[in-house]
Nanobody
Framework: QVQLVESGGGSVQAGGSLRLSCAAS????????MGWFRQAPGLERQFVAV????????YYADSVKGRFTISRENKKNTVYLQMNSLKPEDTAVYYC??????????????????????WGQGTQVTVSS
């Protein structure tokens, strides 16, 4: 099965930037979309951003539009999340995940965490005011 490893988390002050990486290994030929989700303490995990493997489909949560950018590097089987203008409310554990194969690449499908088959272990992002 596919394995995912996130990296790049850390602690920054409000207004700062971080870049998260998620590297996939295993049968990566099955990947056709990868997404980022986050979970803050006491809250449910929520969608952040997703990108199709050909880059044609990109979606962002309203809370991060204009500040976060998702990208992918197919040769390295890696997806990135560039996070700028970070706010304390961005503090959470960030997870990358792979969309289950065979699903339509619609907004509803790609933003629903129940549609994702494989998940990384998460990386902590802490933003202080």
């Amino acid at each position: 099965q596919v394995q995912l490893v996130e990296s790049g988390g850390g602690s920054v002050q409000a207004g700062g930037s971080l870049r998260l990486s998620c590297a996939a290994s295993g049968p990566t030929y099955t990947i056709y979309a990868m997404g980022w989700f986050r979970q803050a303490p006491g809250l449910e995990r929520q969608f952040v951003a997703v990108i199709s493997w050909n880059g044609a489909d990109l979606y962002y949560a309203d809370s991060v539009k204009g500040r976060f950018t998702i990208s992918r590097e197919n040769k390295k089987n890696t997806v990135y999340l560039q996070m700028n203008s970070l706010k304390p409310e961005d503090t959470a554990v960030y997870y990358c995940a792979i969309l289950s194969p065979g699903l339509p690449l619609t907004t509803a499908t790609m933003t629903g965490q129940h549609n994702y088959q494989y998940w990384g272990q998460g990386t902590q992002v802490t933003v202080s005011s």
